[in-house]
């Protein structure tokens, strides 16, 4: 099993910016890849962005590229979530995700661990 802490949710106003970090602990040699995902009031949880932590190749969803970067610390176990120009509705509680099959997974069900989530809100 590996263990997956959030951090660095906030208020923030549009236009601003927040880095969220994900540590993990455990067995974080048997995953191969990390997601973001996140979750507005009355939506479904959808993803974000995801991470191949061997080579770091990263994958987006559409309404975050070019805003949000993922990337990680292969000494600190952590993943990070930098997110530039922030918009309200990025407001959401935003959760970290670790699959241990795939090459960059999008889907829920590929990811095996979860973390406890970070609120993120973007005030307009």
């Known amino acids: 099993q590996v263990q997956l802490v959030e951090s660095g949710g906030g208020l923030v106003q549009a236009g601003g910016s927040l880095r969220l970090s994900c540590v993990c602990s455990g067995r974080t040699f048997s995953w191969n890849a990390m997601g973001w995902f996140r979750q507005a009031p009355g939506k479904e949880r959808e993803f974000v962005a995801a991470?191949?932590?061997?080579?770091?190749?990263?994958s987006y969803a559409d309404s975050v590229k070019g805003r949000f970067t993922i990337s990680r610390d292969y000494s600190k176990n952590t993943v990070y979530l930098q997110m530039n120009s922030l918009k309200p509705e990025d407001t959401a509680v935003y959760y970290c995700?670790?699959?241990?099959?795939?090459?960059?997974?999008?889907?829920?069900?590929?990811?095996?661990?979860w973390g406890q989530g970070t609120q993120v809100t973007v005030s307009s």
């Open positions: 991470l191949y932590w061997i080579t770091s190749a990263t």
């Open positions: 995700a670790a699959a241990k099959e795939g090459f960059l997974p999008r889907r829920e069900r590929d990811f095996g661990s």
